[in-house]
């Protein structure tokens, strides 16, 4: 099999002509024979205008590059889609599958031995490991690092779980349009991702877990000289897989994905990890089963003090000892004969010293923030196939409640009524959410659904909130989410109406419509399925996308 510049030829049915026609337009580059003659790793660069967290992407490819260079190769630097997550309509999670189908034909198309991916936004990192993972080429995973907190008045502050905190504080009437608007510049004011353990940090964190980052680097902030150092190590690391190659395939394995489950919860991670794990385990043939997260989630504390959860942000947990402080107290916990990129396994990267571990952010097993895990499944009558809590968010009271059904058709239906001073609801009902699953609105992280005006008035500050979408990992609350199957495709979520009683037991990890079965069907035996978009790439992922359960990956990208 070739290699370099002349691996996967063009076909023009004349492979020596194809050859010679590849190396004069790489010789236009003006680019050295002794380079084009060598190892060739790949750059896939994500930056765009429309996505802040990757602003600092210029540097980072940079700095692999360099890392390619020393170590003897070429590095050849292309473009994939970049999602920037609050830039994207109707929601950039509808997206991620197609910028994994982009990585991974381009990785697959170009001629190159390995690839570095640098990414950092929610989506980006999820479809640049489902990418690699089909393409499977050696592949390292850098990610572009949490921003740095702002400051307001005295008080520090990371986009966005504050940014929700001031935004209820707002609703309620607690602070003025003016105040708002000047805590709106201080949210986010460097580079990187959100600065708390939302889904990008917790994305880094499992790709650091998983053995596809190199250790040590998912917690370096964006704007740290620490994170350029990363860059180059990663393009060095590349250049080291071209010799003694190992697969994307060798490293996300039925272990490393446990490893990562565990990790996911001992930082208090996004609910939204459990959607993207899914998907990167799926294109490795490996399924997550819902009574193993919880077994896992029994048996792990929460290790980390970091909002959401907690108080400190990411530039704390990276001072404190990062992942590698997490993955040793976790050691007993963990499968130690899984590898990583760099061709070691956990147990002799766990054998080496760390320096230096602070225990105000970094926990230890015996004296945990919390004795059990972040997230939980449920199932029940409301959601057969699966729904999630991130328990160490919520509210313990609301734990273990029955209560009335306020039911919102959709998204529109939600904006337009959520407010309205006529709204029949109290604190202690059950705010429902349809229709915005992946089929129906591709799965908008809208299950935080904002506590009705008129309570938070009152100091309203949780209630039970049940939906098919997705919550922001910097979000926080009693929220049940990723009812699957979800209600556009006829699931029990779709039968729900105002008044019914809706049961929620965490202890029981359940969650039930307390309707009978045949009443239930009676309401569903008339349900039809929206109409499928005529073209574009709508319609292919209405038609191919799968449920939660599954990752919300397409089913014809799913490995075997």
């Not at 001072?319 to 499968?335: C, D």
């Not at 602070?358 to 015996?366: M, N, Q």
Request: hydrophobic letters at 45%.
């Amino acid at each position: 099999m070739s290699h370099g510049l002349f691996g996967g030829l063009t076909n023009y049915g004349d492979r020596d002509f194809a050859r010679y026609l590849r190396r004069s337009f790489a010789r236009s580059m003006g680019v050295s024979g002794p380079l084009l003659d060598g190892p060739i790793v790949g750059i896939a660069a994500t930056g765009s205008d429309f996505n802040n967290c990757h602003r600092a992407m210029p540097e980072l490819v940079d700095a692999v590059s360099r890392g390619v260079l020393a170590a003897g190769g070429l590095p050849r630097v292309f473009p994939t889609i970049s999602l920037g997550e609050v830039f994207l309509n109707p929601t950039s999670m509808m997206f991620r599958n197609l910028m994994a189908m982009d990585t991974e034909e381009m990785i697959r198309a170009q001629p190159m031995d390995a690839v570095v991916l640098i990414g950092g936004c929610d989506k980006t990192v999820p479809a640049q490991l489902m990418g690699a993972v089909s393409a499977n080429i050696p592949a390292v995973q850098l990610v572009t690092g949490p921003m740095s907190t702002g400051r307001y008045r005295g008080e520090r502050l990371g986009a966005c779980t504050d940014c929700r905190r001031f935004w209820g504080r707002y609703r309620a009437g607690e602070i003025s349009a003016g105040e708002i608007g000047g805590i709106e510049g201080n949210l986010a004011v460097t580079a990187g991702t959100c600065a708390v353990m939302g889904t990008a940090s917790t994305m880094a964190s499992i790709a650091e877990t998983l053995g596809m980052a190199l250790p040590g680097t998912a917690a370096i902030p964006a704007v740290h000289s620490a994170r350029l150092l990363a860059a180059e190590a990663s393009g060095r690391a590349a250049m080291a897989l071209t010799m003694n190659p190992i697969t994307p395939r060798q490293v996300v394995t039925e272990k490393s994905v446990e490893n990562a489950l565990r990790v996911l919860m001992a930082v208090g991670g996004s609910t939204n990890a459990i959607i993207h794990l899914a998907a990167i385990a799926g294109r490795a043939g490996v399924t997550i089963s819902l009574d193993r997260l919880n077994a896992i989630s029994d048996e792990t504390p929460v290790l980390v003090d970091l909002k959401p959860v907690g108080e400190g942000y990411m530039e704390d947990f990276f001072a404190a000892g990062g992942m590698g402080a997490v993955l040793r107290e976790l050691k007993p916990l963990l499968h130690l004969d899984t590898l990583d990129v760099e061709g070691r396994t956990m147990e002799q990267r766990l054998d080496e010293p760390l320096d230096f571990v602070d225990r105000k952010v970094i926990h230890t097993l015996a004296a945990p923030v919390s004795a059990v895990g972040g997230l939980v499944a449920l199932t029940g009558s409301l959601a057969p196939l699966g729904a999630i809590l991130k328990r160490a968010a919520a509210t313990e009271s609301l734990f273990e409640i029955e209560g009335r059904a306020v039911v919102f058709e959709n998204l529109e239906d939600l904006a337009t009524r959520i407010d309205d001073p006529a709204l029949d609801v109290m604190p202690s009902d059950v705010l429902v959410l349809k229709n915005a699953g992946p089929r129906a609105a591709a799965m908008p992280e809208a299950g935080y659904l904002p506590i009705p005006k008129k309570l938070a008035q009152q100091g309203v500050k949780d209630m039970v909130r049940i939906s098919d979408a997705r919550m922001s990992g910097t979000a926080f609350g009693t929220v049940v989410l990723h009812v699957t199957p979800e209600s556009a495709v006829g699931g029990p979520l779709a039968a729900v109406r105002n008044g019914d009683r809706i049961r929620l037991s965490v202890k029981d990890r359940r969650i039930d419509l307390l309707v009978e079965a045949d009443e239930v069907a009676r309401r569903l035996s008339d349900h039809q399925l929206s109409p499928v978009p005529e073209r574009g790439y709508a319609a292919l992922y209405q038609r191919h996308v799968t449920q939660a359960d599954r990752g919300c990956d397409f089913d014809f990208l799913m490995g075997r």
